[in-house]
């Protein structure tokens, strides 16, 4: 049984940073692309970053290009999401997701959450200006 927990939410305020993490079990942790997802109340669920397997290509939404920074450590299956510099527009519930290495052909499908075998339960993010 697959099972992808994330930890690390909370309430900040703009200008804080906070480091979510995401712990894999029920897999074999290096053979999936990785990926963050938020949903903010009242809007679908957007693209936040993803990393490859490897850990050797990293991709990221304009919205938090230079802000956020996305590592995995294969070793612990679990999967990082430092963000920085936090503003209230990254309010929301922050879910990590994993999928099958062999989907991802092409970039653009780290975006898609179709791609995603997996998800996580979310957690909280929630920043006060």
């Known amino acids: 049984q697959v099972q992808l927990v994330e930890s690390g939410g909370g309430l900040v305020q703009a200008g804080a940073s906070l480091r979510l993490s995401c712990a894999a079990s029920?897999?074999?942790?290096?053979?999936?692309?990785m990926g963050w997802f938020r949903q903010a109340p009242g809007k679908e669920r957007e693209f936040v970053s993803g990393?490859?397997?490897?850990?050797?290509?990293?991709y990221y939404a304009d919205s938090v290009k230079g802000r956020f920074t996305i590592s995995r450590d294969n070793a612990k299956n679990t999967v990082y999401l430092q963000m920085n510099s936090l503003t209230a527009d990254d309010t929301a519930v922050y879910y990590c997701?994993?999928?099958?290495?062999?989907?991802?052909?092409?970039?653009?499908?780290?975006?898609?959450?179709?791609?995603?075998?997996?998800w996580g339960q979310g957690t909280q993010v929630t920043v006060t200006s």
């Open positions: 990393i490859s397997w490897s850990g050797g290509s990293t």
């Open positions: 029920g897999l074999t942790f290096s053979m999936y692309a």
């Open positions: 997701a994993a999928g099958e290495r062999s989907r991802y052909a092409s970039t653009n499908a780290y975006r898609n959450l179709p791609t995603y075998n997996y």
